[in-house]
């Protein structure tokens, strides 16, 4: 399969088929909530051959705006213009994101990219975990320089992701189905790690990232995964759904999870919980 086909995961054997072509870029992304350093000091140690390092919070975030909106909250343009450009990334490049496994932080890029309109963004099935495992070649110590391409200042297209105000709106008329990717405890409001209330947006399903992936922590294939959703949608139109997750990172799994099943067209809420409860109006509940 080529890099332009509409399938959002490469296998490793594909991505070392591909690397050393120009028109290739690799982003890493592993990330440690709470070990902000843990990533970049990974990927200096050990990487795939040609990867540039991409950090969630200061390239994949905006973390002067987490008053308003959340623990991550989407980069702007000018900031997503200087990153695109230091990793190397123009329309005519081809960008493969992996992390450390689970695709949870590369799905965050992967999403990011084709709000930006850039169509030609896999993530790397396993991550580096799988790549190791399949004995692929490393590389080690730091990276080279990378010359920045151009600037080209491009703005997160509205059809891919939507704001509390818009959600709101489709909640009420239901237009909107509201999935929320966190682990079911954190979901029912049982426990909560990360933010300062416990609970879930009222109407919301519950769909954890982590179902999206088999025993070996691969994506489930396609069909099972499309079957799992049109079971949770009970109906609905992919176009109706809306991902949410703590602070809209792991709900891009869930998103790609879609695009690998087949059901296109759903949107995010990049706010997510943590952003919700910023105005402390707007209700919660717990339980299923």
Known sequence: MSLSEIDPLISSAELAL??????????????????????????????????????????????????RHGRHPLPDAAQLARVMARLGISEGTAVVAYDADNGAYAARLWWLLRALGHATVRVLDGGFAAWRAAGM????????????????????????????????????????????????????????????????????????????????????PAAELRSEFESLLAGRSPAAVVHMCGSGVTACHNQLAMARAGLVGSRLYPDSWSGWITDRDRPGATGS
């Open 18 to 67: 591909a690397l050393g072509n120009p028109w290739l870029r690799i982003v890493d992304c592993r990330f440690e909530l709470g070990r902000q350093e843990a990533g970049e000091q990974a990927h200096t140690e050990a990487r795939i051959p040609g990867a540039r390092y991409a950090h969630l919070e200061r390239d994949l975030s905006d973390m002067r705006a987490t008053a």
């Open 137 to 220: 070649a490393i590389e080690r110590g730091a990276p080279p320089t990378l010359l920045a391409d151009t600037a080209q200042l491009r703005v997160l297209q509205p059809r891919h992701w939507l704001d509390v105000e818009a959600l709101q709106a489709g909640l009420a008329d239901g237009s909107v189905c509201l999935v929320d990717a966190r682990g079911a405890p954190r979901f029912r409001g049982e426990v909560e790690p990360l933010d300062a209330v416990a609970g879930h947006v009222p109407g919301a399903l519950n769909r954890p990232f982590v179902d999206n992936l088999d025993a070996n922590g691969r994506f489930k």
